[in-house]
């Protein structure tokens, strides 16, 4: 049920993909590029995005190595650790965090690094309002991934009224989309018109 419902896999395997195809349409597969994931341990669905992360990198990209994996809390700590993985390992060029938070911390690390150039690849997950802006502005968070929060509320409490009915839990239909330089306007507008206030 919880895999069907929350689909954290696929949410991490499209971002690994998106970091994936980044590489390799930008990076030179004669040599191996450094990666790395920043992440939150604490929770099983976090793992299995984690892992899908991991998997979409390693099976669409053969050149990409992710050579550290750093747990984070907040978009503070999620500076603290790009900066240390930075320092430990100067050559990554791939960051890809299971949310959004963590990617807009390291690019505030890079930011106070002057590390932000054409090289680097930044991916996130929850297609946030910041990190669309950034995607739209052709900074080097390059793409994040859709989560449709609303199809999976409306999952949830459907799951949970089967449940307590003693009926079969429904299939889940949560969409799952990548978010690009190619797609980010439509979700900008989208997200501007949820903030709109009517006229009176």
């Not at 390799?24 to 920043?38: D, F, G, I, P, Y």
């Not at 793992?47 to 550290?68: H, K, M, P, S």
Request: proline residues 4%.
């Amino acid at each position: 049920m919880c895999a069907n419902i929350s689909h954290s896999y696929e949410y991490g395997y499209t971002a690994g993909k998106l970091a994936a195809d980044w590489l390799n349409t930008n990076c030179s597969a004669s040599q191996t590029v450094a990666c790395a994931l920043l992440t939150k341990p604490q929770s099983l669905a976090v793992i299995d995005r984690a892992n899908g992360i991991i998997e979409g990198l390693r099976e669409n990209c053969t050149f990409a190595q992710i050579v550290a994996t750093k747990p984070y809390s907040d978009q503070a700590s999620a500076r603290e650790m790009t900066e240390q993985m930075m320092r430990e390992h100067p050559k990554i060029r791939c960051i890809v965090g299971v949310s959004d938070m963590s990617i807009l911390g390291a690019y505030d690390a890079l930011e106070a690094m002057n590390l932000l150039n054409e090289e680097m690849c930044l991916v996130g997950i929850d297609a946030s309002a910041p990190v669309l802006k950034k995607i739209q502005d052709g900074a080097v968070i390059r793409d994040s991934v859709s989560q449709d929060t609303k199809g999976f509320a409306e999952v949830t409490i459907h799951a949970a009224i089967a449940a307590i009915q003693g009926n079969p839990l429904p299939e889940s239909s949560i969409k799952i989309e990548a978010v690009t330089m190619e797609n980010v306007a439509a979700y900008l507008q989208a997200e501007a018109a949820s903030h709109s206030t009517p006229a009176s």
